[in-house]
């Protein structure tokens, strides 16, 4: 951290770094599954038979790029100084461990719960008709679909990720800690296949990619699993039902 501060300005930090960040564990993290898809790999872990083709693999990662340039990186640098009002510092010393952990679980808790009312919202009639579908191209999803939606959409949910930090005026390593924990989790969800060492068989409460595979995978109107990260709010509402149906069968069989 040290280095970044000494070579670069706060603004470049909190803006092409911050991006370059954001790329850089996005397309790694989110490589892995497409590969696995084209190549035939892990196919036991797989959770749906059906595979992309390479050519609607490549057009999602063109569009992917074109977005992220086109308005990931824009609203990055217009956000700048909203951030910086809010208190976003990147001098040292680094805040404690006790407040970057109590901020980050705040942050997950906080956006759990807004883009669960958001993505229901996306699913009634007109706005999954017009915006949401983009997402929803992909019924069979592997990890880099995780952030292929349209526009909008991407500024509407986006505001889910953001709020908190806005809200609490982190350090910047607080910041970049949270962005990639929450890539780490949205790719993993949208990867296509589930492993003994998903998160999901070990962390409670978590939803995984079994949970929100499902949600790809049933018409819009009773999709449910409308959840981000864990999977009490679609519990609370009720909206899992069909999810938890859908799962009795294959307990019963074991």
Known sequence: MQLLIANFTEFQLATVITFLLHETVFFLSGLPSLLFERFG??????????????AYQNRCVLRLILYHVSV??????????????M??????????????????LF???????????????????????????VHHEYATP?????????????????????????????????????MVLRVLETVEAHSGYHFPWSPSNFLPLY???????????????????????????????????GYRKAKRPLRSKK
Request: glycine share 6%; charged share 15%.
């Open 41 to 54: 790999l892990f196919a036991k872990y797989k959770i749906q038979k059906r595979s992309n083709t390479s």
């Open 72 to 85: 990931n990186l824009p609203v990055m640098i217009l956000s700048y100084p909203a951030f910086k009002f």
């Open 87 to 104: 208190g976003l510092r990147s001098s040292l010393p680094l805040p404690h461990w006790t407040v970057v952990v109590s901020q980050v």
């Open 107 to 133: 942050y997950f808790v906080l956006e759990d719960f807004i883009f669960y009312w958001g993505h229901r919202a996306l699913h009634t009639k007109w706005l999954y008709k017009h915006v949401h579908s």
């Open 142 to 178: 592997f990890g880099l679909t995780s952030e292929y939606a349209h526009p909008a959409e991407i500024l509407f949910l986006g505001f889910a990720t953001v709020v908190g930090p806005a809200l609490t005026g982190p350090h910047l390593f607080t910041l970049w800690l949270w």
């Open 207 to 241: 939803g995984g990619s079994d949970f929100h595979d499902y949600h790809h995978r049933v018409l819009y109107t009773k999709s449910g699993n409308y959840a981000s990260t864990f999977v009490y709010m679609d519990w609370l509402f009720r909206t899992d039902n």
